[in-house]
């Protein structure tokens, strides 16, 4: 409620796009706003806390739900059910939850988490995703796993280029570079949108491909696998099948001069600078 009437009286009526508590607290500051959030708690609240750094946990696969029962995370590409030539994941999804009657969880990742489930159950349903020849979490490189995109085009009115339908061949082209590179089990996000409005969350991942007009994306480097940090803008037009060639120099540069095995992709970028990044995106030759 303190909180409510924080926002209610100190955040943006007027424009939409200021309009939110991030806004006050940025600009007003933290000693101002612990004040006067006080003021509507009516006592002195505790001081803020440092939080320890986010780590963004894998849910894919067989994990234990710690009251005697697992669940089960189901990688889906962009989010979209449904049945792929002989891929066929909607009936599978179907068969599992009509025998088992697990809970379902949609995941901000695009994935499908199955709940509720004994330990007996596990090679059944298992078996049925294999059936219907399901890939699972074991089937795919990591940068394929946590690679996200938006609808885009056809559904979104907003869209530019391609989200959802060019996702595939997108991250086909990063990870023919990364193997290049022996980077192919390297955890990194892709996050690929059709146009800046960003509904993937392209501009915190370690790479995001951001629709500007059909055929063509703009590419942001250096946030991190958390999503803690924003990226900067290294490329405005890439066509579509020169996504590959372009992250080419940002790879070799990432597997020479990495710091050690635990620093991510998103982070040696980071850390080299944006002047650097710069003159790896005009050694692509394929940037503007
Ligand atoms: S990022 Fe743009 S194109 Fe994609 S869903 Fe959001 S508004 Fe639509």
Redesign the pocket.
């Known amino acids: 409620r303190a909180s409510i009437f924080l926002q209610r009286d100190h955040g943006d009526r007027e424009d939409r796009q200021h309009a939110r508590l991030k806004y006050v607290v940025e600009e007003k500051g933290i000693v101002w706003t612990k004040k006067t959030l006080d003021g509507y708690f009516g006592r002195e609240t505790d001081a803020p806390r440092p939080l320890p750094p986010l780590k963004v946990k894998d849910h894919l696969g067989w994990n234990d739900q710690g009251n005697g029962l697992f669940y089960f995370g189901l990688p889906v590409t962009s989010g979209r059910i449904r049945d792929y030539g002989n891929e066929k994941l909607r009936t599978a999804i179907r068969e599992v939850v009509t025998a088992f009657k697990t809970p379902l969880v949609l995941m901000p990742t695009e994935d499908v988490l199955f709940c509720d489930i004994k330990n007996e159950d596990k090679p059944k349903i298992e078996k049925i995703f294999r059936d219907h020849h399901v890939p699972l979490k074991e089937d795919h490189l990591p940068v394929e796993l946590f690679a996200m995109s938006?609808?885009?085009l056809p559904t979104?009115g907003?869209?530019l280029a391609e989200?959802e339908r060019a996702r595939v061949p997108i991250v086909s082209m990063v990870a023919d570079v990364l193997k290049k590179y022996n980077l192919a089990q390297e955890r990194l996000s892709v996050r690929i949108?059709?146009?800046p409005?960003?509904?993937?969350r392209p501009f915190t991942g370690d790479i995001g491909i951001v629709?500007r007009a059909p055929d063509l994306y703009a590419v942001f480097i250096g946030g991190d696998f958390e999503g803690t940090r924003l990226s900067s803008k290294v490329a405005d037009k890439v066509k579509t099948g020169d996504i590959g060639k372009f992250l080419d120099p940002f790879f070799a540069a990432f597997a020479k001069e990495r710091a050690n095995d635990n620093e991510g992709f998103g982070d040696f970028c980071n850390r080299i600078g944006i002047a650097r990044l710069q003159e790896l995106s005009a050694a692509s030759g394929v940037a503007s």
């Open positions: 938006c609808v885009a979104c907003k869209a989200g949108t059709g146009c409005n960003g509904c993937s629709g």
